[in-house]
């Protein structure tokens, strides 16, 4: 990095190597300090990956099967929806995802009716158009509504919080 001082006192060849010699040190020292910080980080994410190799193999097996209970039985989540307990909510939840099963009769249809908030300028499908579409009740070919229930879960945010309070403190 090339510097243009500002102070154009007299100064000797030799007092340039000496302020340039305290600037490299000076940086070494920020650039060894910042690599150990990194080290450091990554040393504590993989301690951190090892110690909760478990519970994370733990959460995907109970997802599963709440996953499983809770579409089994649809019935015990009709009102309300979803079951509190002091450790969160599951239960089931409206979702509703649109399918293009055929991008190219889409977008086809859709220049050809000047519907250009339904495309992008690459003539990709746009979703948002799409769904205005379909909510303004028009039939739009090559597109599909998907709607049904999905489990859902939530731990409840309070105690996730206090959990990392109380390990900050530590």
Not at 9 to 31: C, N, P, S
Not at 48 to 55: F, I, V, W
Not at 127 to 136: N, P
Request: hydrophobic residues 40%; contains cysteine; proline residues 3%.
């Amino acid at each position: 990095m090339t510097t243009r001082l500002a102070d154009t006192r007299a100064l000797t060849l030799a007092d340039g190597e000496k302020l340039l010699e305290q600037i490299a040190h000076a940086t070494l020292r920020i650039v060894r300090e910042e690599a150990k910080q990194e080290a450091a980080i990554a040393r504590a994410k993989s301690r951190c990956a090892d110690n909760t190799a478990g519970d994370r193999a733990a959460v995907a097996t109970h997802e599963k099967q709440l996953t499983a209970l809770i579409l089994a039985h649809p019935e015990w989540f009709r009102k309300p929806r979803k079951h509190r307990t002091p450790f969160g909510t599951f239960g089931l939840e409206k979702a509703t995802r649109m399918q293009i099963d055929d991008a190219e009769t889409l977008v086809a249809w859709a220049l050809e009716n000047g519907h250009d908030d339904c495309v992008r300028t690459s003539h990709r499908p746009d979703k948002a158009g799409i769904g205005q579409r379909l909510a303004d009740g028009q039939d739009v070919p090559g597109v599909a509504l998907l709607t049904g229930d999905i489990a859902k879960y939530q731990i409840d945010r309070t105690l996730l919080d206090e959990e990392r309070e109380r390990c900050a403190a530590e």
